[in-house]
């Protein structure tokens, strides 16, 4: 498992608390949404954990402008852990 | 978590964007909503160019939930402490806000005409004579009836069928309206009489759904305010931020972005 879908997990499980009830792992192909039910603002936290470990290197928020909802309520651990690298090997 | 105490309350507030510009500031709506239905819609394309502030109203989403204090008044007074914490005194914004933020939006811009710069109301709920009594009717509802109503009213983007979210979200909204005063205080708020509206100077875009239950009275609203421009959604109902999001977005884009008429104040 990459370093990144270590630490997007980590920030997953935190982000759910209590409610974490997943049996399965999390991979590069779980979804957001029908696998792991995250709620809107759960993902908004998830955003924000990305800020604090990432900081400017990672523009998650940016990443954002440049979807639409369809695709965003679409996305997958994988689509994030792969932006952040992007993101990293680029800096 | 990012957040700003006003007046004792702990609010959750999330800033995205550049430093330097016109602050947009948006405003969610009631019960099931909070500030993540701007926060993965308009919100980042605005931040692209502008500063955003987004925070959850008192009791919903991440912000404290106090019993008590839920009147128009109080929201007022919560949306000034935030501005005041979190932007220079002088600073007017733009006020964005979607059904019942767009109520908020307008009452504190009647209130504190002096920090706004413009208000776009989408599908903004209106605060006439027979908003408390809806409130009462449409939200005092128990039973099958109330979990219809929620049922109705859900509009999560994520997992929308998921039924750990839809009773977690249930239970939440249960506990705003039957735990806290809200449905009481927003009741007994008086709302804002004609010659107030008249008196309002900014420019105020109006979008309504052309199939909106609040179309009507968004129409009677829009023609009191002296410099109000109405735009009806074609094909939408009340939930023209759901239906019609991309449209949405790039027409809020432009209007947070438009230039200043003469003798307007950035």
């Known amino acids: 498992m990459s370093d990144t879908l270590q630490t997007v997990g980590r920030m997953i499980q935190e982000v759910i608390g209590d409610d974490w009830d997943l049996d399965q792992p999390i991979t590069l192909e779980t979804s957001f949404g029908d696998d792991l039910e995250l709620e809107s603002i759960e993902f908004v936290s998830l955003a924000e954990a990305l800020k604090v470990e990432y900081g400017d290197e990672v523009d998650f928020v940016g990443w954002l402008s440049t979807k639409e909802l369809d695709e965003i309520i679409q996305l997958k651990v994988g689509d994030v852990v792969e932006f952040i690298d992007l993101c990293r090997s680029s800096n | ?266």
């Open chain 2, 1 to 266: 978590m990012a957040e700003v105490t006003v007046g004792g309350l702990r609010f959750h507030v999330q800033r995205l964007g550049p430093e330097v510009g016109v602050p947009v500031v948006f405003l969610h709506g009631l019960i099931m909503d909070n500030l993540s239905s701007w926060f993965f819609t308009a919100a980042p394309k605005v931040a692209a160019h502008q500063p955003v502030l987004l925070y959850d109203l008192r009791g919903h989403g991440k912000s404290e939930r106090p019993t008590a204090g839920y009147s128009v008044e109080d929201m007022v007074g919560d949306l000034g402490g935030i501005l005041d914490e979190s932007l220079p005194p002088d600073q007017s914004v733009e006020l964005v806000g979607n059904s019942f933020g767009g109520l908020l939006a307008l009452a504190f811009a009647l209130a504190r005409p002096e920090r706004v710069r413009g208000l776009c109301l989408v599908d903004g709920q209106v605060h006439d004579e027979a908003f408390g009594p809806e409130m009462v009717s449409s939200l005092g509802l128990e039973g099958r009836e109330r979990d219809e109503m929620i049922a109705r009213s859900f509009k999560a983007w994520l997992g929308r069928h998921s039924e750990r979210k839809r009773n977690r979200l249930a239970r939440n909204a249960s506990e705003l309206v039957h735990g806290t005063s809200l449905v009481q205080d927003l009741a007994h708020s008086a709302p804002p009489s004609t010659q107030e509206l008249e008196r309002l100077s900014c420019p105020v875009l109006a979008l309504y759904g052309e199939h909106s239950d609040v179309r009507e009275r968004g129409e009677n609203l829009a023609a009191r305010l002296p410099n109000a421009q109405l735009e009806i959604v074609e094909g939408c109902t009340h939930s023209l931020l759901w239906e019609q999001t991309a449209q949405l977005e790039q027409r809020v884009l432009s209007w947070v972005g438009r230039e200043s008429g003469p003798g307007g104040k950035d």
